[in-house]
Nanobody, 126 residues
Framework: QVQLVESGGGLVQAGGSLRLSCAAS????????MGWFRQAPGKEREFVAA????????YYADSVKGRFTISRDNAKNTAYLQMDSLKPEDTAVYYC???????????????????WGQGTQVTVSS
């Protein structure tokens, strides 16, 4: 069984930064890609960023490219999302997730993931 626990959310002014962490339990953390998604009130959950198991490949939504950086420390079983130049439209609950399989075809889709954290709230004030 895999458990994912996010931390690092909070309230920040526009232009500020936050760093989210996702601590994972279970084995073989480095074998699986990890992703971050977010859901704003009244909106569907959307892809934010993902990273391959080794950390060598990253993927970003166009809306966060150049402002957010995903990374991972496999020795600590932890994934991170560094968020800079935050905007009010980044306000959402942020979730980390682990892909269902070692082989994935569309890492941007939520149904590629089977384990999810409980979410952490990020609020950006204008």
């Amino acid at each position: 069984q895999v458990q994912l626990v996010e931390s690092g959310g909070g309230l920040v002014q526009a232009g500020g930064s936050l760093r989210l962490s996702c601590a994972a339990s279970g084995r073989f953390f480095s074998s699986y890609a990890m992703g971050w998604f977010r859901q704003a009130p009244g909106k569907e959950r959307e892809f934010v960023a993902a990273i391959s198991g080794s950390g060598s490949t990253t993927y970003y939504a166009d809306s966060v490219k150049g402002r957010f950086t995903i990374s991972r420390d496999n020795a600590k079983n932890t994934a991170y999302l560094q968020m800079d130049s935050l905007k009010p439209e980044d306000t959402a609950v942020y979730y980390c997730a682990r892909v269902r399989s070692l082989y994935y075809s569309n890492i941007h889709q939520s149904d590629e993931y089977d384990y999810w954290g409980q979410g952490t709230q990020v609020t950006v004030s204008s």
